[in-house]
Nanobody, 126 residues
Framework: QVQLVETGGGSVQAGASLSLSCAASGRTSSIDHMAWFRQAPGKEREFVAR????????DYADSVKGRFTISRDNAKNTIDLQMSSLRPEDTALYSCAANTRGSWYGGTAEGRYDSWGQGTQVTVSS
């Protein structure tokens, strides 16, 4: 079992930057990759970015490419999401997730992630 705790988030103006962090504990050796998802009010949860736990594979949703950067610190068992040029449409509850049973090539559907954090709110005002 892997436990995840997000930190960061908050309320900012459009165009600002914000950083999120997710700390993993427990059976971290079982992690294949970790991801960030977000859910805006009234909308379904959507994939934002993911990063392999070992290696250099990284993937972003088209909506955040060039603005968000995901990174990993294996020594600290954390992943970060650096968000820049934030837009009001980035407003959402951001959650990190871990894939411990599948593989990178299985896609980014929610069901492929078996551990989730509680989420942290990001609000971007215009």
């Amino acid at each position: 079992q892997v436990q995840l705790v997000e930190t960061g988030g908050g309320s900012v103006q459009a165009g600002a930057s914000l950083s999120l962090s997710c700390a993993a504990s427990g059976r971290t050796s079982s992690i294949d990759h970790m991801a960030w998802f977000r859910q805006a009010p009234g909308k379904e949860r959507e994939f934002v970015a993911r990063i392999a736990w070992i290696g250099r594979r990284i993937d972003y949703a088209d909506s955040v490419k060039g603005r968000f950067t995901i990174s990993r610190d294996n020594a600290k068992n954390t992943i970060d999401l650096q968000m820049s040029s934030l837009r009001p449409e980035d407003t959402a509850l951001y959650s990190c997730a871990a894939n411990t049973r599948g593989s990178w090539y299985g896609g980014t559907a929610e069901g492929r992630y078996d551990s989730w954090g509680q989420g942290t709110q990001v609000t971007v005002s215009s």
